[in-house]
């Protein structure tokens, strides 16, 4: 049955009331038209419930958008939803991406992660070619999707909305990785389902790296907002060398917007439920509204916080990760890189959610501090132990 509007409605009673399903809820295709976003092409999901977010096709069909009831839950940086043929993947030294950076969430990989790095290419057998070169947090995210499909789907009396589309990471002389995406969301809910499968379709032995930066902003994330995850270690943190204290912002308790603010990053160890789940999210008692992201630690063991609280780049990041933050050559070392055959792929299952009031606030924190009590101080001292990650 489908809940809308105070009401459980069947898939009978809910088509007495309206001479079509997008009155309520739908996905509709539609392409941007000005600016740095002309020509990109949007998929507009609406589950009826309040919950409205974008999916970016010629983006790596990552989400852009994201809104409950009219109050804005995912982060827009200033540089838009940009067109990928503006993107130079190789400017400014790697850190280009930034340009092309905005959105509730953007994916990283599929062969690196993390900020710029060469890799020996011998992997490739192409004499010319000495190094795989990656700019920062790798180059799928500015690859357009095809479209593979997408709509509506009735099982008995509920309605699933899904889009399904593929993104290549392909060249001659090295690496052929496909994402397979699938975006789902029922009628009625609060929740997007998010199914991707990373397959190698090449017949080089490739390594693969994934993450997911996932990005809030006001007014989920505003002053006095907190970070509630089940953390059993504090692993590093970026700024714990200089001054840990020195911006006066802790990893738990969120500021206001800060004047020149320097990115703060964390690296913690989470604890998973019974089932293999691992909880994050980021919540404002204030005004009862949170978002929360749901990964598995078999697929994502390693978890960043990602601090960007500049004032007008205002942001907090959850970025579930198939590695450690030491990046791809500290993954070798200690045999912890996926590397993947031909035909060899792996899966990856994430909910994200909206906590849209006080209940539901309330009820997602004490969930998540059921499975581990987070550090009660907003400066742990950072371990330095980083969990073996197996089954590579």
Request: glycine share 10%.
């Amino acid at each position: 049955m489908t809940q809308l509007y105070g009401r459980t409605l069947s898939r009978r009673a809910l088509a007495e009331r309206t001479g079509a399903l997008s009155q309520f809820a739908g996905v509709r295709l539609s392409t941007l038209g000005d600016g740095v976003e002309r020509g990109v092409r949007q998929l507009e999901f609406r589950t009826g419930s309040g919950l409205r977010f974008t999916v970016l096709v010629d983006r790596a069909m990552d989400i852009a958008e994201c809104e409950h009831n009219g109050r804005a839950v995912g982060w827009h940086s200033p540089s838009g939803f940009r067109n990928p043929s503006l993107h130079e993947y190789e400017g400014e030294g790697g850190l280009s991406w930034f340009r092309s950076f905005s959105g509730l969430m953007v994916t990283c990989g599929l062969d690196h992660v993390l900020f710029m790095h060469d890799d020996p290419a011998d992997h490739y057998v192409y004499g010319p070619r000495k190094t795989v070169s990656s700019s920062l947090h790798g180059r799928i995210g500015t690859i357009p999707a095809r479209l593979t499909g997408y709509g509506e789907r009735w099982d008995g009396d509920d309605c699933v909305l899904w889009a399904e589309g593929v993104v290549q990471q392909s060249t001659v002389f090295g690496e052929d990785l496909h994402l397979v995406r699938r975006i789902e969301a029922s009628v009625g809910t609060d929740e997007i389902r998010l199914h991707d499968r990373v397959v190698n379709h090449g017949f080089y032995r490739t390594p693969h790296m994934y993450c997911y930066h996932i990005n809030v902003g006001y007014p989920v994330l505003d002053e006095g907002s907190r970070y509630v995850a089940p953390i059993r270690d504090v692993v590093w943190a970026a700024h714990a060398g200089d001054d840990y204290r020195k911006q006066g912002v802790g990893y738990r308790t969120l500021p206001a917007p800060i004047r020149n603010f320097h990115e703060q990053v964390w690296q913690h160890d989470m604890a998973a439920d019974p089932d293999g789940r691992v909880n994050v999210a980021l919540v404002n008692e204030a005004i009862g509204l949170g978002f929360e992201v749901q990964t598995l630690k078999a697929q994502f063991p390693a978890m960043y916080a990602w601090q960007n609280l500049h004032a007008g780049h205002y942001a907090l990041g959850i970025e579930p990760s198939t590695n450690h933050v030491l990046g791809k050559d500290f993954a070798r070392d200690r045999g912890e890189l996926i590397q993947l055959e031909h035909g060899e792929e792996r899966r990856y299952d994430s909910v994200f959610r909206i906590l849209p009031d006080a209940d539901a606030v309330t009820e997602a924190v004490s969930r998540i501090e059921a499975v581990v009590r987070q550090p009660a101080e907003d400066y742990p001292a950072p371990s330095g132990a980083y969990p073996l990650i197996g089954g590579r």
